[in-house]
């Protein structure tokens, strides 16, 4: 269970300008101990720690981040957490469900949360934002619900176009099933530019004191991102496939049938080992690369292959270890990708960002986003 040094800065010393990159301090057997007892206690209270849970966690990783001797810190409220995430599971269970009653009330479910999830984004935004720190001054999130409905309802009414449309065929009892597959086909072709918007909104948004962040568009990169990840998926599955005939032809030669979640579960993996690092890690390049703050550019070194690697090494570990490697492997993905960021200025890191702290926000947002997906992290 070796982890690797921290990557070591480059150029500058202490409060001067030029490039550094992050570090990341964490250890695997300091996380574990706060691992388990998040665990123990999020069980025994049938999920009700898992608010406290969150901020430990989230506390632990930032406090281990460092930039220029520097580290980053997290000030959320466990409280609001829960009460936001009691509010998110009676929007999820709303969702899943109301269509299950009738189509007049999940239409009415969806209108819910088109009017509500623009807000609930920028609630999230403002919550994550503000509650982080760096050297004592909190970042921020310069959006309203006016911006919400502008950037985000467009993208809702789009992702539930699909599931209004499938109840209104199920409902008729096989209608325009022509209509739904090119409705169907028209979000997936759409995901990308979604994706884009999101991120482009959120890091164009973001503020820390009185300076903001810009994003450049990248729509292009996003889309060839998830052109070549689709790719990817087609490789993974043959290979699935192919994996499961192999184990599948003994079995058979003895008689015994071979288990029906052989070829899912080959599948997930293939996924899981190959096709997300290699979209995690473009896109994550590509996100940094067009994000600066005033003086401040943002690069990131993460690779595809070394993702793919560290994460087959996690899986074999986790594994092997009936689970407890977890935490580990949580602590050197983070260092991975933490250490992997470089950032270039050529103005003193400790005088780049001068103003007022950004006010927190209610965590409402927060735990709506993270049970809807919404959350989709700097």
């Not at 899986?315 to 933490?338: D, E």
Request: include cysteine; proline fraction near 4%; hydrophobic fraction near 55%.
């Amino acid at each position: 269970m070796n982890e690797a040094a921290p990557a070591q800065r480059i150029d500058a010393a202490e409060g001067s300008g030029g490039a550094a990159r992050m570090t990341f301090t964490g250890r695997g057997d300091e996380y574990f101990r706060i691992w388990i007892v998040n665990l123990f206690l999020t069980v025994l209270t049938l999920g009700i720690y898992s608010a406290w849970a969150k901020v430990r966690k989230t506390k632990y990783f930032w406090q281990n981040s460092r930039l220029d001797g520097a580290v980053f810190d997290f000030h959320g409220n466990p409280v609001a957490i829960l009460k936001g995430r009691i509010l998110a599971l009676a929007l999820l269970v709303a969702y899943s469900w109301s269509f299950e009653f009738s189509v007049t009330a999940g239409l009415v479910t969806i209108a819910i949360l088109l009017a509500v999830g623009p807000w609930l984004f920028v609630k999230a935004q403002q919550f994550k934002f503000g509650n982080t720190s760096y050297r004592g001054l909190r970042f921020g999130f310069a959006a309203t619900y006016r911006d919400g409905l502008r950037i985000v309802l467009p993208i809702l009414v789009i992702w539930f176009s699909t599931t209004v449309v499938a109840a209104f065929v199920t409902a008729d009892g096989g209608g325009p099933i022509g209509t739904l597959l090119l409705i169907s086909s028209a979000s997936l072709l759409l995901l990308p530019w979604m994706h884009h918007r999101l991120k482009w909104f959120q890091h164009a948004r973001a503020t820390y004191g009185d300076r903001s962040f810009a994003f450049e568009i990248a729509t292009s990169a996003f889309y060839k991102t998830y052109v070549k990840a689709i790719g990817l998926v087609a490789a993974g599955a043959a290979a699935a496939f192919l994996a499961s005939v192999i184990v599948a032809i003994p079995l058979a030669l003895t008689g015994m049938p071979p288990p029906d979640w052989i070829g899912v579960a080959l599948a997930g993996l293939a996924m899981y080992v190959f096709v997300w690092p290699y979209t995690a890690a473009r896109l994550q390049k590509v996100v940094w690369d067009h994000t600066r703050l005033d003086e401040m550019r943002f690069h990131t070194q993460i690779a595809a292959w070394p993702l793919a690697k560290l994460v087959l090494r996690n899986i074999a570990l986790t594994l092997v270890t009936a689970g407890l490697y977890w935490p580990f492997a949580s602590v050197a993905l983070a260092r991975y990708r933490v250490e992997c960021m470089r950032i270039d200025t050529d103005v003193p890191l400790p005088t780049i960002a001068v103003g007022l702290q950004a006010r927190p926000a209610a965590a409402v947002g927060d735990a709506a986003a993270d049970s809807f997906g919404l959350d989709l992290g700097l």
